[in-house]
């Protein structure tokens, strides 16, 4: 949790949403990305290693639980790999802060076939609304809501098979990473934390 305060040190969207992608430093300011790796560089400062590295470890293990529950021999990190902070108040932006649109993951962004969302804080706790729903492909109607926890792990197929949303947070702010997977080593994200 303290490493992605880190990754928003030098952004934070215009609206309710901001993403700071751990593979290509991109950091959410204002309505659009910057580099944050390139910003810290040029300001003679780096992310913490130890904290650089118990992510990578995060990564890793949650690489192989799926392997393991899906029954699968290979299994490589796609992009994207990314924090996520959505609050309450502000009003969208841009189409990317409309986080509350049914979608689907490989319709959005191609690269991979399973999708982990690791929860960093608590529904009701810590924000209220920005539920996960699974909805019906045929209907739209909401058939399953997952109400996140601090530390749930959250695993899905990321196709046709799988579309959703999460509810508008109408209250505190909701803290993700996600973390995507594919099974085709050409579509692997080689690139590691730095």
Same mark, same amino acid.
């Given at each position: ?55 990578? $470890?995060?990564?890793?293990? %949650?690489?192989?639980?799926? #392997? *393991? ?7 490589? =990190?796609? @992009? ?47 924000? $209220?609304?920005?539920?996960? %729903?699974?909805?019906?492909? #045929? *209907? ?7 109400? =996140?926890? @601090? ?44």
């Amino acid at each position: 949790f303290r490493f992605r305060c880190g990754g928003f040190t030098g952004g934070g969207g215009s609206g309710p949403v901001s993403i700071f992608d751990t593979a290509s430093g991109a950091v959410s300011r204002g309505d659009k990305f910057v580099q944050l790796y390139g910003m810290l560089e040029e300001d003679g400062k780096y992310l913490n290693k130890s904290k650089l590295a118990t992510f990578q $470890s995060v990564v890793d293990r %949650v690489g192989e639980y799926i #392997k *393991t529950k899906m029954g699968l021999t290979m299994l490589y =990190p796609a @992009a994207p790999a990314f924090f996520s902070e959505i609050k309450s108040g502000p009003e969208a932006e841009q189409l990317n802060d409309e986080y509350w649109h049914v979608h689907i993951d490989t319709r959005q962004y191609g690269s991979f076939i399973y999708t982990a969302l690791l929860y960093l804080n608590s529904h009701e706790e810590d924000y $209220s609304g920005g539920e996960f %729903v699974f909805v019906d492909r #045929k *209907t739209g109607a909401a058939q399953q809501t997952i109400q =996140p926890k @601090a530390g749930m792990l959250l695993v899905f197929t990321s196709g046709e098979e799988n579309p959703h949303h999460i509810q508008k947070v109408t209250e505190g702010t909701r803290y993700a990473v996600t973390i995507s997977w594919t099974c085709a080593k050409q579509a692997q994200n080689s690139r590691r934390l730095p």
